[in-house]
């Protein structure tokens, strides 16, 4: 059983030193032992993940692929789109791969993000490619945080034919008994920035040519969070039923890349740590996976610029609690 004590000192520890969270729940040998919400938030709520919308999009490729939509990561991006045409004569963009989006190893020709003009653009996939290759070394890499990751939204929807709302609804959603209600679509600023901070937008930001977003964009609960990270400790599967398949999961879950500045290992848009792996957005919103504990944990948080590293507070102050917890 968990020691209440140790839970109400986890508590406290979060209200002084991780002001900004949102929810924690936490599953011990997939049985949920632990759900808590703070600053005025409920089981209802939903948090912008930022970030950890990437790893869901991982989780779409390899149904895609699973599903034959897509046949393997070493497809050229550029077979995605036949009907785009680069702005420039260059070669770089006609070798980059799906492998290379997914593992963060693709170039770009921007040293500054030009945020601005992507915030703005009606038609973020074509935006994105427009700045895909350049100069840079295929297998160098470079994490970009939102201009890039759309060019996978855009695979997506060309590969299935769907939108990737649906398409994620239908196939993962839905069958984990996640609910996101619609596509958000941003007409002015103060809108994107009211959806920022919003606890009660259920949602998937749109770009106006109804192509959902890769990087960011996505609102989930913690419990939502929780269920996704089962998946992938449950290797594909949710109550009996394969959702993704295995192999994509061992994949997708080891280190093919390194941002070596960071120390940081990469799989296909999962951050690979020494007990397992983790999904990590802006504010500190994680799904963190420990293998071999069988834990999951899953933190939805308020944006705050430069919080507290969560691994490193998973680490130390939730995963000693749940050690010789049983069901």
Known sequence: MINQSNMQELETIIT??????????????????????????????????????????????????????????????????????????????????????????APYKYKFAPYVKYFTSDDMVTFSLDLLGGRGKIGQFR??????????????????????????????FRPLGITVERSVIFHSKEEQ????????????????????????GLTLSPVDMAKLGQLYLNGGLWNKKRIVSAEWVSESTKEHSRWERMSLSYGYLWWIHEDGFAAMGDGGNVIYVNTKKNLTVAIASLFKPKVTDRIEFIKEYIEPRFEDCKE
């Open 193 to 216: 920035m009211a959806f920022n901070k919003a606890t009660d937008i259920s949602g998937w930001a749109v770009d106006p040519s109804g192509t959902n977003t890769a990087g960011w």
């Open 16 to 105: 002084k030193d991780c002001g900004n969270i949102a929810g924690v729940v936490i599953l011990k040998d997939g049985e949920t032992q632990y759900e808590h919400y703070f600053n005025g938030c409920t089981a209802v709520s939903r948090i912008h993940i930022y970030s950890v919308t990437k790893s869901i999009i991982s989780i779409l490729i390899g149904i895609a692929i699973d599903k034959g939509y897509i046949a393997d990561i070493g497809q050229r991006v550029l077979d995605f789109f036949p009907d785009y045409i680069p702005k420039q004569r260059e070669k770089t963009i006609q070798n980059v791969t799906l492998r290379d989006l997914l593992t963060m190893t």
């Open 143 to 172: 994490y970009t945080p939102l201009i890039g990751p759309d060019i996978l939204s855009g695979i997506l929807r060309n590969a299935t034919g769907q939108s990737v709302f649906d398409f994620a609804s239908e196939h993962l």
